[in-house]
């Protein structure tokens, strides 16, 4: 049984920085793309940022981009995001999601992802 896990969400001001986590577990991830996307009240799903477990190659959101970074630990099964200089309207829901190889959307497409975490809440306060 795949489960996703997150974890480290917080409070912090606007400016700072905040790393959140995903545990992985339940099977092998190699080859699967792993992602972040964060959700606000009364807003859809955005896509934060991507990982492909095995070459770690990467890809961002424009917001997110010299902002954002996702990384993995291969030997941890764990997936991280580091966000500084957040801003107020990055206050969500972020939730990390697991896509098997294979998928005909994008890999910023929520419909990529076949697992989800329960997702960790960030508020950055202004």
């Known amino acids: 049984q795949v489960q996703l896990v997150e974890s480290w969400g917080g409070l912090v001001q606007a400016a700072g920085s905040l790393r959140v986590s995903c545990a992985a577990s339940?099977?092998?991830?190699?080859?699967?793309?792993m992602a972040w996307f964060c959700q606000s009240p009364g807003n859809d799903r955005s896509f934060v940022a991507t990982?492909?477990?095995?070459?770690?190659?990467?890809y961002n959101s424009d917001s997110a981009k010299g902002r954002f970074t996702i990384s993995r630990d291969n030997a941890k099964n764990m997936v991280y995001l580091q966000m500084t200089t957040l801003k107020p309207e990055e206050t969500a829901v972020y939730y990390c999601?697991?896509?098997?190889?294979?998928?005909?959307?994008?890999?910023?497409?929520?419909?990529?992802?076949?697992?989800w975490g329960q997702g960790t809440q960030v508020t950055v306060s202004s």
């Open positions: 990982i492909r477990w095995s070459s770690g190659s990467t």
């Open positions: 339940g099977r092998t991830f190699t080859n699967f793309d």
């Open positions: 999601a697991a896509g098997s190889p294979g998928s005909v959307f994008s890999v910023s497409d929520y419909r990529r992802y076949d697992y």
